[in-house]
């Protein structure tokens, strides 16, 4: 039983070596211009994120209408096409 609790331990210890290995880059896209002051302190979190994560986490920042138009940018996060998009609350509140 010891050997089949230590063999499952090293396998968890593994993979967790290899996920780490690999960055993710992920893909965000803003609702505002790329000039917007709030895309350049996105852009400084996401730099920090990757300081912080030792490369493993990084984020490409991507600004309105890259993608997909602005009005579509929740859908295209529902749908993959994107892992995340940028924008407030009252700015789809009309």
């Known amino acids: ?7 499952f331990i090293g396998i968890a210890i593994l993979i967790g070596f290899t996920v780490s ?3 993710k880059t992920l ?6 211009s790329a000039k917007a002051d ?3 302190m996105l852009k400084d979190f996401g ?9 493993s986490v990084k984020f490409e920042i991507l ?3 890259t993608v997909v138009g602005v009005k579509e940018t929740l859908d295209a996060v529902d749908k993959g096409l ?11 509140s009309g």
């Open 27 to 32: 893909k965000c896209q803003t609702v505002i």
């Open 47 to 55: 730099q920090t994120v990757t300081d912080l994560t030792g490369g």
């Open 82 to 92: 994107i892992d995340c998009g940028f924008a407030w609350t009252h700015y789809w």
């Open 63 to 65: 600004p309105a209408g």
């Open 21 to 23: 290995a690999n960055a």
């Open 38 to 40: 709030e895309v350049v």
């Open 1 to 7: 039983m010891r050997k089949i609790i230590s063999l």
